[in-house]
């Protein structure tokens, strides 16, 4: 199988926190990979160093067959990025936040309008394309934001926590949607803190924790793992006189 995300001794420091801890990782074309712990681990650090946000302190990370610190323009034709914040404009319409963001990835100008009707009919917003941003329940800003990142068509998109403060019914039209695309073929990074939602979607996840990764396995046999862990706690009051 072919490997489109590569991390080899990933590190980002920050001062005296070791943010990222040298993390290897493969995820395969059209694979649905989760990057699965608990608020603070070092996922979105991790999505930031794979997108080129920021540089890595030291190893190196290949998407799509670009280095990202050394190819970073060449890299980010072939990804959408998701982040845990909107990165939307209020003041725009959904519409135009599209056609805005077609514009920033180099969509030829011939077919921005067709690409966004079709993307606001895949993500339900259709009817509300007129509509400023700022109105959108953070749902619906959810789902235009993917939109936002599958414009250009990339090959692999990295969503960062994406049902985090949804409602259980936003939530699961989102994990609806991400499912679909990963079945066309899009290869998915997906960031979350939700066992239940990596166990949902994901093919191969891996556990991180203060920045190092523990596993990546499937989720059948972390399920498993996890079950044999489990440490039961008793404590007991102590006895009284005359009891």
């Not at 993917?146 to 039209?173: N, R, W, Y």
Request: with cysteine; hydrophobic share 40%; proline share 3%.
């Amino acid at each position: 199988m072919k490997v489109v995300i590569d991390a080899r001794g990933l590190t980002k420091q920050y001062g005296t926190i070791l943010a990222v801890d040298c993390v290897n990782l493969q995820v395969f074309k059209g694979e649905f990979f989760g990057l699965l712990g608990p608020n603070g681990a070092g996922k979105t650090t991790i999505i930031r160093l794979l997108t080129g946000q920021i540089r890595p302190t030291s190893g190196s990370a290949v998407v799509a067959s670009f280095d990202v610190t050394r190819e970073r323009i060449r890299a980010k034709k072939h990804m959408g990025v998701v982040p845990e914040v909107s990165n939307l404009y209020d003041e725009l319409t959904a519409w135009d936040n599209l056609i805005f963001a077609a514009q920033l990835y180099g969509v030829p100008r011939k077919e921005r309008e067709e690409r966004a009707k079709d993307l606001l009919e895949l993500i339900g917003l259709f009817e509300w394309r007129k509509d400023h941003v700022g109105s959108f329940s953070r749902g619906m800003k959810r789902r235009l934001t993917i939109a936002a990142a599958l414009i250009h068509k990339p090959d692999i998109l990295f969503l960062d926590e994406p049902t985090t403060g949804l409602d259980v019914q936003s939530s699961k039209m989102i994990r609806n949607l991400i499912k679909e695309l990963n079945k066309s073929g899009t290869t998915i990074f997906l960031t979350t803190h939700y066992l239940e939602e990596a166990d949902e979607l994901c093919q191969r996840i891996a556990m991180i924790n203060r920045g190092k990764i523990i596993v990546v396995d499937n989720p059948e046999k972390l399920k498993a793992m996890i079950e044999e862990r489990h440490i039961l706690e008793v404590s007991f009051s102590p006895l009284r006189s005359g009891k």
